[in-house]
């Protein structure tokens, strides 16, 4: 398997976990979304907080040159935290949310 379909894998399995452990409330529910063609893996929450509608991207990750982009985050721990307990070496995931000349100051990608 190519080290892009095992990203694939992984990314896959690790949103579904987290959507599947999303604390629900009210009729707001976490789903993901996955296109494997451009490589984008989303995890939204919908839904109706009593008369408010509730539609937000969670986390978006993309692989782009065989990394790991963390294009949104708003995970109290970090998916990036999780991506790295099954594998992933913090030198193929980029803090994609940060300006270009903040990454080389994480301990993550720069690019």
């Known amino acids: 398997m190519a080290a892009k379909d095992i990203y694939r894998e992984i990314i896959e399995q ?5 959507a599947a452990s999303w604390p629900l409330f ?12 451009s490589d984008h ?3 939204l929450t919908e839904g ?4 408010r509608r509730i539609h937000q991207c969670v986390v978006h990750l993309e692989i782009i ?4 982009w963390i294009q949104e985050d708003l995970l109290e721990r970090g998916v990036a935290a999780d991506l790295e307990e099954v594998g992933v070496p913090k030198d193929d995931i980029v803090l994609g949310f940060y300006p270009q000349h903040v990454r080389p100051h994480t301990e993550y990608a720069a690019a």
């Open 14 to 18: 690790t949103l579904k976990r987290i």
């Open 65 to 68: 040159n065989g990394k790991i």
């Open 48 to 51: 109706w907080d009593k008369a």
């Open 41 to 43: 893996y989303l995890v």
């Open 26 to 37: 009210q009729d707001v529910k976490a789903c993901t979304i996955f296109d494997r063609n």
